[in-house]
């Protein structure tokens, strides 16, 4: 079997990857092999502005400015709706926060995001004493519903296989590549935490931190904008909202954990004060980097060999931009950015 490309998983990365494959009318095979969780129960949150500091997400509008009308795509080639419209809204802890949030809103970048007004209504069942400021241009991908509409897409195109790549059964020429009865002229590998287990790309300094969400159902909490306060607040509809998220630099299980549950229900109580229950949890683990860039690039002796991969806590508005990247380095020979190129590290 001949394909130009093979690509090594399904996430977010992936999918964004094959994307730029099609349109391009490459020809490739997918291997995807469950082993990791990231973009199955990821919040899906997409937002240009850092909350916490009132400062714009690097390249915020180049990337949400590929990324919307890339979802809005898919959504009309998969029929099904998955992008979530609403806006944020930051609960400011004194009068300095919003102060700074005034100032922030006439910045250059985030003018174009940030409401600079203060919302000062009290919102029935939330904690908060200082208001509200309100960014624009932001929601929710449903991620999970993405993923798995996107692989069966490719199961209908037969262009996936539900098996773990092996990556010592690969053989890589300066002519071509092999790997069992496939022959093809470039792999790329977007392994999220999988990363760990290739022979090739295991020493870039992935700084994986796991990250766990409750879904919870609040009878009389009646809001349709993501709420961030102590942590976030997705709505999901019909009184359900997601929760999250936490930061665990230690466990490298994907597996939901008492001690997450306890840290998220501990923080729910600074943000609510009205009854409710947990419906469901979730973990993953993000695949962040230690300079909080992604990491894009072939490999220093095997220019066969590419990575997309390290899209830490962003990566439904990065993996547009870093899939076209990627591909244009490799089909375009268009040189990467060196923020994100991983011949910063070789
Ligand atoms: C709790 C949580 C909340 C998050 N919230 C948000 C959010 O609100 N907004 C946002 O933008 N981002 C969020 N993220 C981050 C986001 O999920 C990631 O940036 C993104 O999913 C990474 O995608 P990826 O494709 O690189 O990796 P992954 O999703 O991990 O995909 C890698 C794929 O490769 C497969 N694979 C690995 N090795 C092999 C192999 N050898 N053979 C075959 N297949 C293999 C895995 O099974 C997996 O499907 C969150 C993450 C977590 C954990």
Request: charged share 30%; glycine share 6%; net charge positive.
């Amino acid at each position: 079997m001949k394909v130009d490309y093979i690509i090594v998983g399904l996430g977010l990365a992936g999918l964004a990857f094959a994307e730029e494959l099609i349109q391009a009318k490459k020809t490739f095979l997918v291997f995807e092999d469950a082993s990791q969780t990231s973009s199955l129960v990821a919040g899906g949150v997409y937002n240009p502005v850092v909350l916490r500091k009132f400062t714009a997400v690097w390249k915020a509008a180049e990337q949400l400015d590929l990324a919307i009308p890339f979802y809005e795509r898919l959504e009309q080639k998969l029929n099904i709706k998955f992008d979530e419209k609403f806006v944020i809204k930051r609960a400011f802890k004194s009068v300095e926060e919003q102060n700074n949030w005034f100032a922030a809103s006439d910045n250059l970048v985030l003018k174009r995001f940030l409401n600079p007004a203060i919302e000062n209504k009290k919102v029935p069942g939330v904690i908060g004493d200082f208001g509200f400021g309100t960014v624009n241009e932001t929601g929710r991908i449903d991620t999970l519903k993405l993923v798995k509409a996107y692989r069966n897409f490719l199961m209908d195109e037969k262009c996936i296989r539900f098996e773990k790549f092996e990556h010592l059964k690969l053989k890589v020429s300066a002519e071509k590549i092999t790997y069992k009865e496939i022959e093809c002229k470039q792999v790329v590998f977007c392994e999220g935490f999988g990363i760990k287990g290739n022979p090739f790309f295991k020493d870039l300094p992935l700084e994986e931190a796991k990250g766990e969400l409750l879904t919870i159902h609040a009878p009389e909490l009646n809001i349709d904008f993501l709420l961030k306060s102590a942590l976030f607040l997705i709505p999901l509809g019909d009184n359900r909202y997601k929760v999250g998220a936490t930061f665990n630099h230690v466990d490298k299980t994907a597996t939901p954990s008492e001690k997450g549950k306890l840290e998220l229900v501990d923080k729910l109580k600074k943000v609510i004060n009205v009854p409710y229950e947990i419906i469901d949890q979730t973990a993953g683990i993000r695949p962040t980097t230690n300079d909080r860039r992604p990491f894009i690039g072939q490999h220093k002796e095997h220019n066969r060999l590419a990575v997309l991969n390290g899209l830490g806590t962003r990566g439904v508005m990065l993996a547009p931009t870093m899939a076209r990247n990627l591909f244009n380095c490799i089909e375009k020979d268009i040189a990467l950015d060196l923020e994100i190129d991983i011949k910063r590290f070789q």
